[in-house]
């Protein structure tokens, strides 16, 4: 029956130890965090949105909830939990794959069937070593993992394998810069905990709602539950935060982070109090936010909920309770309320040892960590790039290796962003593809920047030929002499064209003279056209004014 199979164990890295002890865990610390049941209801899934880490600018209200709002203070804790990209779950070999059919990654082990014994997955320990360190945690060498008891229909065993009272990694911070759009600054969020666990199953409701199906393919899926401190004050703060997740597990390669499919997913908890209160308000958890954007409007749609139940004395009427964010009306819905704290009976699990990690296993683990999202933008700024371009470059890893690799062939900083934020972005949006696509490589980019900067071609020569190079690839010079490309610059030359796009317009000649100079552009145009977009700007421009301002 057993499947328990001794998969990728490193015993160098860390040590399996025979059996855990039963040991009585000190209740007299516990914060028993109430995220409640997973939330496993599938429902439908928002329309495809765009991965983007930037939100929408804050809703402001009447002057009136403004004022009231001066009065309080948010509080925002977040739990993010990130499934892992692992190639097999965290506790069995069945595969991790995302979006196969219903129950075809499953075994007994993941069902929870009896007699079925887990085995530790040691991806999931150096994922988890990895994050920690990354969020600047202190690791614990020696953890465990936990029963977390709970009934639910996607949950066969009854219960989750968590960590309780010994996380992998503990008291770490992250920090965020906050877009110029919505203040700017530079801000430090607290992280309490990084602790290992595993995903429960799915439920699938009919449509009619009559029934539900369970799906177990997400049963046993590693995941990393990171919970921040209340350090939050705004739905930016916090959508910022979120972001952050996102892109360091994506910077390190343990997860995809894709908020649609599940992958990273946020509970956020708000509570607000009177400006210079020191007790923490009532706190309302927020489910179901599946973009950045929507966690922040959710956040700030609850600090008003709550801050004009405030003002009207209602303050009893926010309780400790479970809303959906409803994205189409743009408002929360009360889920369930929380009868008291929940109480998961945790306990050490005993079919799994501890967890012991050498010093030497964590610095190799340290050695090979990326330059992480932070590290970037401090750099990128210390180049001189504004905040604007710092954000941009150092979002995803792969434009940020991109825009390295281009300034090391000798691009200059500042024009070598511009081209990646501007045409190259527009492309890449329009037709879908991520910076890894495309045919033109730094090398040749930054022969572009240089030959438009040396005049060899035109700017606007270049961005044709851009679109070029981008689908097709192939190199600047090769382009150049193909297609005669060379930037005309011979002053003989331009004054020919000049002359002959006069002659050819006598009526506009005619306005010109007469008063409507802004027919100025009607001409460099025309002569633009005849010179096949190659004659330069600034010379045409000169030879052309003083052709048509010349008395015959
Ligand atoms: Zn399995």
Known sequence: MSTALLRTIQPNHFTLLGTALLRRTSRSNISVRCSGSQATT????????????????????????????????????????????????????????????????????????PGALPVLNSKVVEFGVRLGLALNCGLSLSSKFDRKQYFYPDLPKGYQISQFDIPIASGGYVDVDIPLEFGG???????????????????????????????????????????????????????????????????????????????????????????????????????????????????????????????????????????????????????????????????PEPDLPEVILTQDYVDSIRATLPELPEAKRRRYEAMGLGMQDVLFLANEASVADYFDAVIGEGAEVKLAANWLMSDIAAYLKNEELSINDVKLTPKELA????????????????????????AKGGTVQGMIKAKNLVQITDPAEIEKMVLKVIAENPKQLEQYRNGKTKLQGYFAGEVMKMSKGKANPPLLNKILVEKLNAKD
């Open 42 to 113: 599938t429902t439908t899934h928002e329309a495809k949105q765009p991965s983007q880490s930037r939100v929408a600018p804050k809703n402001h209200g009447s002057n009136k909830l403004d004022e009231i709002l001066r009065d309080y203070e948010a509080v925002i804790g977040i739990e993010t939990h990130v499934q892992l990209s692992t190639f097999t779950k965290a506790f069995c070999s069945c595969p991790n794959n995302y979006g196969s059919e219903p129950n075809t990654s499953i075994c007994p082990v993941c069902m929870g069937l």
């Open 185 to 347: 600054g530079h801000k430090r969020f607290g992280v309490t905990r990084v602790h290992m666990e595993e995903d429960a199953g799915k439920l699938l409701h009919s449509d009619t709602g009559d029934y539900s199906q369970v799906d177990l393919n997400r049963a046993g899926v590693p995941l990393l539950e990171i919970v921040s401190e209340p350090d939050m004050r705004s739905g930016i703060e916090a959508a910022e935060y979120a972001a952050e997740m996102q892109r360091i597990v994506r910077y390190l390669g343990v997860s995809n982070g894709n908020m649609q499919e599940g992958s990273l997913r946020c509970d956020v908890n708000v509570s607000i109090r009177p400006i210079g209160q020191a007790e923490f308000g009532t706190k309302v958890e927020i489910k179901n936010l599946n973009a950045f954007s929507a966690m922040s409007r959710a956040i700030d749609f609850e600090i008003k909920r709550q801050a004009l139940l405030y003002n009207q004395g209602q303050e009893d009427q926010i309780v400790t309770e479970t809303r959906l964010w409803e994205e189409g009306a743009q408002k929360s819905v009360s889920m369930r309320k929380k009868e008291g704290l929940a109480d998961y009976r945790y306990f």
């Open 447 to 470: 022969a572009l920047i240089a030959a438009i900067k040396d005049g060899t071609i035109s700017g606007k020569i270049g961005k044709q030929i851009l679109f070029e190079l981008l």
